[in-house]
């Protein structure tokens, strides 16, 4: 037998295929939609320490996801900050409600110092129960976490549960980079979604003031005696290469910001006397001279 496909067919064809997909897309729940979302941002591991306000978000867990368990939130955490540090890239935490947050705050401040990027979520009770207080509720959900996060919000409606992570996921990744938290309803997760949650590109950069720079640049070049201190930043921002030919341009000693906490991985020769030529003994502590107010050398 032969089957004759014409162009109204494939049209026809086309329409159907399109229709489907647009109803699996009215059809998706919140959870599915934020799945997608994550994916599409690569992340795809989750550190934490869930408990039943939880559990409506992880049940049937996705295989291509892995979840990292820790013993208690505050452990849960700090694998996040170290994660998200060795990747350069934001980590995922779920916490459990209040109690969750609170054991995690320390670690949660921890990263906050550290400019580490977490998406920290944590369950609410369902949302038809909140005006109840009853047990579970996470009471001035977004006052919990603070100041040690960048952003803090619940969503007003469950449609808006990816949005939020996507908006979370922008706010910890801009400088200066951070925490940021996210409390979400129990029963969000199996609302019906929008639609597919729209995917946005986050810039990870700035530019300083041109002219500071110049003014700077000014009073550096009319020193007479210039040392240098080198944070943190120039290590999260690969800046590593502008400052040795920053020290080098100057002839000047270089020393490792106090409290600080990424060490040196820089081998250079600049050993806290400008002597450049010297064998490399990488940067030094800065340790003040109670006389001169300069740094140190061990």
């Known amino acids: 037998m032969t089957t004759i496909t014409t162009k109204d067919d494939t049209r026809s064809f086309a329409k159907r295929g399109k229709s489907k997909e647009l109803a699996a897309e009215q059809n998706q729940t919140v959870r599915a939609a934020t799945y997608d979302l994550l994916r599409s941002l690569k992340l795809t591991t989750f550190f934490g320490n869930p408990g039943s306000t939880e559990l409506t978000f992880l049940k049937n867990f996705p295989s291509d996801f892995q979840y990292i368990l820790g013993l208690q939130e505050a452990t849960a955490v700090a694998m996040a900050d170290g994660f998200a540090q060795a990747t350069r890239r934001p980590a995922l935490v779920t916490l459990h409600t209040g109690a969750g947050v609170g054991n995690g705050m320390c670690s949660i401040l921890t990263a906050f110092l550290n400019r580490t990027p977490l998406i920290i979520t944590a369950g609410q009770q369902t949302r038809g129960m909140i005006i109840c207080d009853p047990y579970l509720t996470n009471r001035d959900e977004t006052m919990l976490p603070r100041p040690w996060v960048k952003w803090a919000y619940q969503p007003t409606r469950a449609q808006d549960v990816p949005r939020a992570i996507m908006r979370a996921y922008a706010m910890a990744l801009q400088p200066p980079s951070g925490p940021v938290f996210v409390s979400i309803p129990l029963d969000d997760w199996d609302r019906p979604a929008l639609g597919r949650a729209d995917v946005r590109t986050v810039s990870t950069r700035f530019a300083p003031d041109g002219e500071r720079l110049r003014e700077f640049a000014k009073r550096i070049s009319a020193s007479k005696k210039v040392a240098l201190v080198y944070g943190q930043e120039i290590d999260r ?62």
């Open 237 to 298: 921002s690969d800046g590593w290469d502008a400052g040795v030919a920053l020290a080098e341009k100057l002839n000047a000693p270089v020393f490792h910001a106090p409290d600080s906490e990424r060490p040196s991985v820089s081998r250079h020769a600049a050993d806290g006397h400008g002597a450049t030529k010297r064998p490399p003994l990488g940067l030094r502590s800065s340790s003040r001279d109670r006389r001169s107010g300069f740094p140190l050398p061990r």
